[in-house]
Structure formats: structure tokens, C-alpha cells
């Protein structure tokens, strides 16, 4: 039997909670079914991605579910921006403004989506968030979300002062975020405070361990995004730090917290841009989760004690 046709089976851990050890034993696969369509099939993309933002939009209502947060909706330019306000917040909770970039696969997460994930990022932190609806593929490929996420960064410059603003972000909103830090840098704007980078796929050449090491491990991804990612990036050079921010240039950035979990795809990601910002002389944390799959457990206590960390991390870093 050679390496490849070798078969584990893996048991579900007793070393997390019971909520977690549900949820892998039930299994999710976010990107289980039909394949993806062909890069040129873009009917067949528009209607996968409908279908799949419905379901993140229901399932992420479901976890605000009984909160009641303000939402506004801005305009920067042409870019939809959700202006959530947690439901118990008051001024004197005032620390300053999430830039929230939502995940997706950078093809979806757009519209009510982005919403449910503002509205969970507020919640969680308990700050006044900004959630940037970016264009997405396959009308738009890069640079167009990118260029959203720093033209509303520009405008959030405007309302609150660098050391008031956090930018962060999950899976391909990490990327994103982390991007949008190396452009505001290369650009001149003054940095944020912080910034959050969770489970990222920082990496679209996806050149990590942790990709075959992890696959049929992680229940979430079950599959590489290189169908998403050739979409999204199209002829560019993958090893572009705006597309790849793994590769990038991390002189100046500021404190920033790294997250995935054992059972991570994305895994080596974060691991490796710890490393390479250590490097750097990066104020960076990374936080690696027991049996956590890509994004987390959907639910369990170990997600409340994330969101704790996130928090934390914030406040340390903010100025009132």
C-alpha cells in the first residue's frame, strides 16, 4: 500500500467539549456536495454561490438569534458597509470601530450574509463594527475586493483615528484583512491598532503541511479552494502579497492575533504567518484550538472562549 491510499480513521477526542465532539461526530462539510463548477461556467458559480449564501446568512442569524443589535446600512462609494451597534452597548463601552471582512472563499459571504457575520463580530466584541460587502467573483475578481475593503478603510479614517480601529477578519476575510494592512501600509495611511486574523488563507498557492496533512481531517473544509481561488485571482500570480499576504513584507505592522486549530486545513497558514511575523518584529499571538476545524465549532464553548480572546486582545490594544 503506498502513503497515498493509506486510510485513518480518526476518533472524535473526549478533550473538548461535549457540544464540539457532537458537532465533529455529526460531520458538516461546508464544501461537500456537487463540485465546483468549471472558471468558465459562471452561471453554474452564481448559482452555487446563492445557495451557499443563504445557508451562511440562516446559519449565522441562528447564532445572534434573541440579540437585537442596531444595524445601519453606509455607502463608501459603491461598497454596502454594515454599521452594527451591539444591542447592550452604550458610549461609555465606546473603545472604537471593528473593520470586519467577512469569509467566503472569496466568492461568497456578500449581502445578508455579510450581515449575520457583522452582526455575530459586534456581539462578540461588544464594539461598534463596520462589515465591508466587497464584490466578489465572478462579475468581480481581484483587485475589486481589496479595493473595497482600503477604500472603506480610507473612509473609516475619517470617523475614527488609527489607534481607535482594529481590522480583522476569517478565512478568506483574513486575507483579506491582512492585504488590506500591507496596502494601507505601501499606500502611506496610518496603520490600525490591531489586528485579528482568523483560521486565514493567507496562502492561495496553499503550499502548507497542513493542506495534505489535514485533509479528510478537517470536517469543515474538505476540500482545497484552488477552484474558488482561480476564480477569484484569475492570471495573477498567486505569490502576489496582495493576493498572498503569507509572502509579504510585515515591517511596521501592528499587534496581531493569529488563530486556527488542530484540525485546521488552514492550519500551516497561521502557524507560518506567526512565524514570518515574529521574524518581522511583529507583536504577534497565535492561538491554536483542541480538535477546532476550519472557523470553529459553530456554537460550542470553545467558540465563547475564542471570542473571549478576541476580545482581549482588542481591548489591550486600543486607546480610548
Not at 478568506?172 to 485579528?196: E, I, K, M
Not at 482561480?230 to 492570471?235: H, K, N, R
Not at 493569529?258 to 518584529?281: I, K, P, W, Y
Request: net charge negative; hydrophobic share 45%.
Amino acid at each position: 500500500m503506498t502513503e497515498r491510499e493509506v486510510v485513518r480513521t480518526i476518533p472524535v477526542p473526549t478533550s473538548v467539549s461535549a457540544e464540539a465532539q457532537q458537532f465533529l461526530g455529526a460531520g458538516f462539510g461546508m464544501a461537500e456536495g456537487a463540485p465546483s463548477p468549471a472558471v468558465n461556467d459562471l452561471d453554474g458559480w452564481r448559482t452555487l454561490i446563492e445557495a451557499s449564501n443563504a445557508g451562511v446568512a440562516a446559519m449565522f442569524d441562528m447564532r445572534t438569534a434573541g440579540k437585537h443589535p442596531t444595524v445601519e446600512v453606509l455607502t463608501v462609494g459603491d461598497v454596502p458597509v454594515y454599521a452594527v451597534t451591539p444591542e447592550h452597548w452604550s458610549s461609555a463601552d465606546d473603545i472604537g470601530i471593528y473593520l470586519d471582512v467577512h469569509g467566503g472563499a472569496f466568492t461568497m459571504g456578500y449581502g445578508d450574509a455579510c450581515r449575520a457575520m457583522t452582526k455575530l463580530t459586534a456581539e462578540q466584541t461588544q464594539m461598534r463594527t463596520w462589515g465591508v460587502d466587497y464584490r466578489t467573483p465572478p462579475e468581480h475578481r481581484f483587485p475589486a475586493a481589496l479595493d473595497d475593503c482600503v477604500a472603506v478603510y480610507r473612509r473609516l479614517l475619517d470617523v475614527e483615528p488609527p489607534e481607535r480601529i482594529v481590522v480583522g477578519g476569517q478565512s478568506a476575510g483574513g486575507n483579506l484583512a491582512a492585504a488590506l494592512v500591507l496596502r494601507a501600509r505601501d499606500d502611506g495611511l496610518p496603520l490600525p491598532a490591531a489586528l485579528v486574523l482568523l483560521t486565514p488563507e493567507v496562502d492561495l498557492t496553499e503550499s502548507g503541511d497542513s493542506f495534505a496533512t489535514m485533509l479528510g481531517i478537517d470536517p469543515v473544509l474538505t476540500s482545497s479552494l484552488a477552484d474558488s481561488i482561480a476564480l477569484y485571482a484569475g492570471d495573477h500570480d498567486l505569490t502576489d502579497p496582495y493576493l498572498s499576504p503569507l509572502f509579504g513584507d510585515f515591517t511596521g505592522f501592528p499587534p496581531t492575533m493569529l488563530q486556527a486549530g488542530t484540525r485546521d486545513l488552514f492550519l500551516s497558514n497561521a502557524v507560518r504567518l506567526h512565524r514570518a511575523m515574529r521574524s518581522a518584529g511583529v507583536d504577534a499571538e497565535l492561538h491554536v484550538f483542541e480538535a477546532m476545524p476550519h472557523g470553529g465549532f459553530f456554537g460550542a464553548p470553545e467558540d465563547d472562549e475564542l471570542a473571549w480572546e478576541v476580545a482581549r486582545f482588542v481591548r489591550a490594544h486600543l486607546t480610548r
